[in-house]
């Protein structure tokens, strides 16, 4: 038993993955920040569905009621739910960047992303990292805001987890089987998730729909509308 434990780990961590992209040359494509922020892209599902609950488990209980008994001014609710779903989004997106860039930092090196491949170390002296460890963050509490504002526009929990993450990984996906190379730049450029997600590239900037900034941006928008959509149902509705 124990030699089949030991090989079933072997295999684990030595199967293929984004940790294991390789740059065996100059000029191999890859964005190394890219690379060590990918966690990202599946760590916004339980961002998105952490601060649903922060409103939809209240129609579900009931305790909506008794909340806004306590409290009637319905949008200055939604604002001190926003405010504090937005601090720990925030605090934990900042570990979970530190970590993923720490993690870049000592693993990708040995993958040839190195100096002689015209990689510099990953580094929060470096601007365009900074930017993309920063942005990394934003981009957490943003894809929170959406989902709250979702949550509090539609009540139901599974319905407002559907419709957030088949707007960020739907989009993109239809944008990759259309044929026309003007109108999938321009579904990537309004996609809430691949617009957002340019924050985090350090290289092949030019090549990008739109600029890192314009493209947080663009999920900032979409982040404010879900919470003006949400804040007038809440008011106009009864609970």
């Known amino acids: 038993m124990s030699a089949a434990l030991h090989a079933e780990w072997t295999k684990l961590r030595t199967s293929p993955g984004t940790a294991s992209a390789r740059c065996p040359a100059a000029g191999c494509g890859q964005d190394p920040s890219k690379i060590s922020f990918t966690g990202v892209d599946l760590g916004q599902a339980a961002v998105a569905i952490v601060a649903v609950l922060a409103v939809s488990a209240e129609y579900s209980t009931g305790m ?83 989902s709250l504002g979702a949550a509090a526009a539609v009540r139901d929990s599974a319905v407002a987890i559907g419709l957030v993450l088949g707007v960020l990984y739907l989009l993109p996906i239809v944008a990759a089987v259309v044929s026309n190379a003007t109108v999938r730049r321009h579904l ?10 340019d924050i985090q590239a350090t290289t092949g900037l030019r090549s990008l729909p739109l600029s890192p900034w314009q493209g947080l941006a663009v999920l900032a928008a979409w982040a404010a509308g879900a919470l003006l959509a949400g804040g007038l149902l809440l008011r106009l509705r009864d609970a």
């Open 64 to 146: 909506i009621r008794t909340t806004l008994a306590a409290m009637p001014g319905r949008i200055k609710l939604l604002a001190a739910k926003a405010a504090v779903v937005s601090v720990l989004i925030l605090a934990a997106g900042a570990l979970a960047a530190a970590g993923s860039l720490l993690t870049g930092w000592l693993i990708l090196p040995g993958h040839g992303f190195t100096r002689a491949h015209g990689f510099a170390p990953l580094t929060l002296a470096d601007g365009p990292v900074l930017r993309a460890t920063a942005g990394s963050v934003l981009y957490l509490a943003l894809i929170g805001l959406l």
């Open 188 to 197: 990537l450029q309004a996609a809430p998730m691949t617009a957002g997600l």
